[in-house]
């Protein structure tokens, strides 16, 4: 039985609809939320499983599969799918991590669709994060040197300039 988590990485973040579709695996079970729950978890299953293990029923969600969770679900879903915002994601991603190699200091730039990592080669990716709120954009600090960004699924080439310039002028600033 395979059971891939895709609450992070599910519905177009990674440039396929869920991120092993980039694999051409299928799994057992996938569990998912965020962009497609609001915020509440979900768990689906490829086919009822008999004997030990996970089967349907065995798990439950404090607020999974209620109304209000299953129209939030529909609609996010519709608009991921209709807007195919997953290939919106796979676009822009490889131009923003195209653009990102060119920022001074960087070891390396790794991610797929609007899930981006930037590994730099000097401990700075706290000093980053805390100018980025300063001007407005979010990124997080993942240890001493990378820092991860998740723009959401409409971003835009024009976005990602915006974005680079800041990151562009953090880097200046704090080397």
């Given at each position: 039985?395979?059971?891939?988590?895709?609450?992070q990485?599910?519905w177009?973040?990674?440039?396929e609809?869920m991120?092993?579709?980039?694999?051409?695996?299928?799994?057992?079970?996938v569990s998912?939320?965020?962009?497609m729950?609001?915020?509440?978890y979900w768990c689906?299953?490829?086919?009822?499983?008999s004997g030990?293990?996970f089967?349907?029923?065995s798990h439950?969600?404090?607020y999974?599969g209620?109304?209000l969770?299953?129209?939030?679900?529909?609609?996010?879903?519709?608009?991921?799918v209709?807007?195919?915002?997953s290939s919106?994601?796979?676009?822009?991603?490889?131009?923003?991590?195209?653009?990102?190699?060119g920022?001074?200091g960087?070891?390396?730039?790794?991610?797929m669709?609007?899930?981006?990592g930037v590994?730099?080669?000097?401990?700075?990716?706290?000093?980053i994060?805390?100018?980025?709120?300063?001007?407005?954009?979010?990124?997080?600090?993942?240890?001493?040197k990378?820092?991860?960004?998740?723009?959401?699924?409409?971003?835009?080439?024009?976005?990602?300039?915006?974005?680079?310039?800041?990151?562009?002028?953090?880097?200046?600033?704090?080397?």
């Amino acid at each position: 039985m395979l059971m891939l988590d895709e609450v992070q990485t599910g519905w177009g973040r990674t440039g396929e609809i869920m991120a092993y579709m980039n694999y051409g695996i299928k799994p057992d079970i996938v569990s998912m939320a965020k962009a497609m729950g609001g915020n509440t978890y979900w768990c689906n299953m490829r086919e009822k499983r008999s004997g030990k293990g996970f089967y349907r029923g065995s798990h439950g969600s404090t607020y999974g599969g209620s109304p209000l969770c299953c129209a939030a679900s529909l609609a996010a879903v519709s608009e991921i799918v209709d807007r195919d915002l997953s290939s919106n994601a796979k676009n822009v991603g490889k131009y923003f991590m195209k653009k990102l190699e060119g920022l001074p200091g960087v070891k390396e730039v790794r991610g797929m669709g609007l899930m981006i990592g930037v590994e730099f080669e000097k401990p700075i990716a706290n000093d980053i994060k805390h100018y980025g709120v300063k001007h407005y954009l979010l990124v997080t600090a993942i240890g001493k040197k990378v820092i991860r960004m998740v723009p959401p699924l409409i971003a835009s080439e024009k976005d990602c300039d915006v974005a680079f310039e800041v990151l562009q002028e953090a880097v200046k600033q704090i080397a």
